[in-house]
């Protein structure tokens, strides 16, 4: 069984477009993630969720919108997609638990991604 | 916020040598740093991880160790072998919630 899983794996459109990623997880886990990997391989958090509830938004247009149905979901919506888009998204999890003082120093868990190509 | 420099980009090494990358940090509040590593087509994959009470940390051929008063650690791989090939990166977990990751090594192990 795969712990962290995104569909689609590829995804191919036009600029302008609007476009939707979705991420599940069954471990368990209270927090999830979402990462833009781009071209030269570089990893960048753009949002983490806690029981569904928004925690990190790094600088990221509003054009992208994470929704968290429930805590094993984590879906990313981005509308009017542009050709800085291109790149690999990963949705991640981890079991943290905030407020607890621990500092949320647990490991995170990485899906297999998904490869936006915007022509 | 954090900076996490990571050290070689690229790591040639043939079967049975060693291989060590470097990461540097910033915040002296940062007390959780895994290791990732990434083959072609997958996401990232913890290998090790240690916490900032400990100074070295072994599982079989892989080794992490601490220096948390120079802020760095390194990653050890012992015996190489091909399937070592990857993407490796190293991460700090800052402020309680997000990872920050390095630039990634490049390591190929030819046999």
Same mark, same amino acid.
């Given at each position: 069984d795969t712990a962290v899983s995104q569909t689609p794996k590829y995804l191919v459109t036009q600029m302008g477009n609007d476009k939707s990623i979705k991420c599940e997880q069954n @471990? !368990?886990?209270d927090t999830m993630y979402w990462y833009k990997q781009d071209s030269k391989k570089f990893l960048k958090i753009m949002f983490s969720y806690n029981n569904k509830e928004l925690i990190i938004n790094e600088t990221v247009p509003n054009r992208f919108s994470p929704k968290s149905p429930d805590k094993a979901h984590l879906n990313l919506h981005i509308n009017s997609?542009? @050709? !800085?888009?291109s790149a690999v998204y990963f949705c991640a999890s981890s079991q943290e638990a905030y407020g607890t003082g621990e500092g949320g120093n647990q490991p995170q868990h990485f899906g297999d991604g998904t490869r936006l190509s915007i022509l | 916020g954090e900076n996490v420099e990571q050290h070689p980009s690229t790591l040639s090494v043939q079967e049975g040598d060693s291989a060590v990358i470097k990461c540097t940090y910033s915040d002296s509040a940062s007390n959780y740093f895994p290791w990732y590593k990434q083959e072609l087509g997958k996401g990232p994959q913890l290998i090790i991880d240690i916490r900032s009470n400990v100074g070295e940390k072994k599982d079989q051929r892989i080794a992490v160790t601490l220096n948390k008063t120079a802020k760095h650690f390194s990653l050890h791989i012992t015996e190489?072998?091909?399937?070592?090939s990857a993407v490796y990166f190293c991460a700090v977990h800052w402020a309680g919630t997000a990872l920050i990751f390095g630039k990634g090594t490049t390591l190929s192990v030819s046999s």
């Open positions: @471990l !368990g886990h997609l542009e @050709l !800085g888009d | 190489t072998q091909p399937e070592d």
